[in-house]
């Protein structure tokens, strides 16, 4: 962010908090640590933070995503429930369609722990030829 920049969300915060001052050596901080971030961002925080709070601001106050808009919500989880939807149709078509292990495996599950998995290994190196 700019010294101009800085300076007009200082002009804010004065007009809103009569006790902020504005000095050199805070225009040169606050521009470094507001960094990229965009100005209308800040602005706009600016806004809603003097709008919810009779304290002055942090940097942290300024930099912090924007909330969405109610509109991009309703997008967002319309479009969360059309996904969800479509996962939980695909579900029961997967469970319509799915198939059990073979009897092999079925029966080597029911070996002692220490013969199946010798059993399950051996199983394995016969498909890999395959």
């Known amino acids: 962010m700019n010294r101009a920049d800085v300076l007009k969300l200082f002009l804010i915060m004065n007009n809103a908090y009569p006790n902020f001052t504005v000095d050199d050596t805070k225009v040169l901080a ?29 940097v942290a106050d300024l930099t912090k995503p924007l909330e969405p808009e109610p509109e991009q919500l309703a997008l967002y989880h319309a479009g969360l429930r059309e996904s969800a939807q479509q996962f939980l149709e695909q579900l029961d078509e997967w469970q319509a369609t799915a198939v059990g292990p073979p009897e092999e495996i ?4 029911r070996l002692p722990i220490e013969e199946r998995t010798e059993a399950l290994r051996e199983y394995a190196r016969r498909n890999r030829a395959r």
Not at 38 to 57: C, G, M, V, W
Not at 106 to 109: C, G
């Open 30 to 58: 606050w521009m470094e640590f507001l960094g990229d971030t965009p100005f209308e961002q800040a602005k706009d925080n600016l806004i809603s933070h003097i709008r919810t709070s009779r304290y002055l601001p942090t």
């Open 106 to 109: 079925k029966a080597m599950m």
